[in-house]
């Protein structure tokens, strides 16, 4: 924070994780590991949305049941963890104490477990294609945050996403004609809309504050580090979780929950353990591009799903796709082809500049 931005690199601010990142990897492995972390995020978080809907549609209705899947299933990362050798120069400098490491997991987990929270709420009053395009809203959100908290620079293209995504999801608030799950009041879809929407700025909050916590605390060069960060803050999201499922009282109603559910109690269990699965897979990818490039960039990615899971909520649950989704989501495409079209020249303008550099620092003075 308050450093001076190269104005060769917006994307990837010198001196932080990011560039660390980014100079540590050669261009076609730093790529991999990107394309990677791109592909656990589109895949984990449709499969994780259209799931959670599944379940609401089929007969669950426990919020709280919604909100611990997804973190519950945070111990399968311990396998990578521990199958993934870390390079013995993996500290960059001395570590932090370890009390002031424990107090940010601790407050990041509980973020975690309120967004989670209100996401769960979104979903259960709102169908999966309108839950996804309002959550488009989190990359406005990001771009305050980001600009604040990371010393993100803006450019005409950043300007122009934000401010495009944020009329997608605004044009769904006044949609009246939307399906809200089993004919559900106008109050309620309203309550879904807001809850949705405080979710996405809390999420975005969270990928800076995630950010910030990498660059200026844990300073390390490893891919572990980023399922450090997972699982720590899972945890306590878990733990937050499974408190709020027995203090509401929610789980007295699970067993018949299950009994109810309209495709059996193995598809009952299956779902929650498949829709957990999905979001660990989801987030490994977020904390991923947090690692490898920056929190808007991965809140940028997280907006691919607007492509993905409207149009497989309408074969999978025949949600309507009227007008104004249409055009929500050619706006929401409209606003991601910029934003990727900005990191496309922020590549290329930082590799020359490197480049250039080199080629400077090998000449004879």
């Known amino acids: ?29 730093w790529w991999c590991l990107v394309t990677l972390s791109i592909a656990f995020l589109i895949v984990g978080q449709s499969a994780a949305v259209i799931l959670g809907r599944f379940y609401y549609d089929q007969g669950g209705n426990s919020k709280w049941m919604a909100t611990l899947v997804q973190t519950a299933a945070f111990p399968i990362l311990f396998i990578p963890l521990f199958t993934i050798p870390s390079p013995p120069e993996a500290s960059t400098s001395a570590s932090s104490s370890i009390k002031i490491i424990l107090l940010i997991y601790f407050v990041l987990g509980i973020l975690i477990a309120a967004d989670n929270m209100m996401y769960s709420t979104g979903l259960l009053y709102l169908s999966a294609s309108t839950y996804s395009l309002i959550s488009a809203s989190q990359l406005a959100f990001n771009a305050v945050f980001s600009y604040f908290i990371n010393s993100q620079k803006f450019t005409a293209l950043i300007i122009n996403s934000t401010v495009v995504l944020t009329l997608s999801a605004a044009l769904l608030a006044v949609n009246e004609d939307s399906d809200e799950p089993s004919g559900l009041s106008m109050g309620k879809y309203i309550i879904g809309f807001l809850c949705t929407l405080g979710a996405s700025a809390v999420y975005s909050l969270l990928l800076s504050l995630m950010q910030l916590t990498f660059e200026k605390v844990l300073k390390k060069e490893t891919f572990s580090v980023v399922l450090q960060m ?45 829709t957990a699965i999905a979001w660990q897979v989801c987030s490994v990818g977020v904390v991923g591009l947090i690692f490898l ?9 997280s907006t691919v799903s607007l492509a993905v899971t409207p149009i497989a909520a309408v074969i999978v649950f025949h949600d309507k796709m009227n007008g104004v989704k249409i055009i929500s989501m050619l706006l929401a495409l409209w606003g991601f082809a910029s934003y990727i079209y900005q990191n496309y020249l922020d590549d290329s303008k930082a590799r020359h500049a490197q480049a250039v550099a080199k080629s400077h620092n090998d000449s004879p003075c």
């Open 230 to 274: 997972q699982i720590y803050t899972s945890l306590v999201a878990t733990c937050a979780s499974v408190i709020g499922l027995f203090a509401s009282g929610e789980w007295h109603t699970l067993h018949g929950e299950m009994k109810g559910f309209q495709k059996g109690h193995v598809a009952y269990v299956m779902t929650l353990v498949w």
């Open 293 to 301: 490039v920056s929190s808007l960039y991965s809140n940028v990615i």
């Open 1 to 29: 924070m308050g450093e001076e931005h190269n104005s060769e690199e917006p994307m990837i601010v010198p001196g932080t994780m990011s560039e660390l990142a980014f100079n540590k990897y050669k261009r076609w492995q």
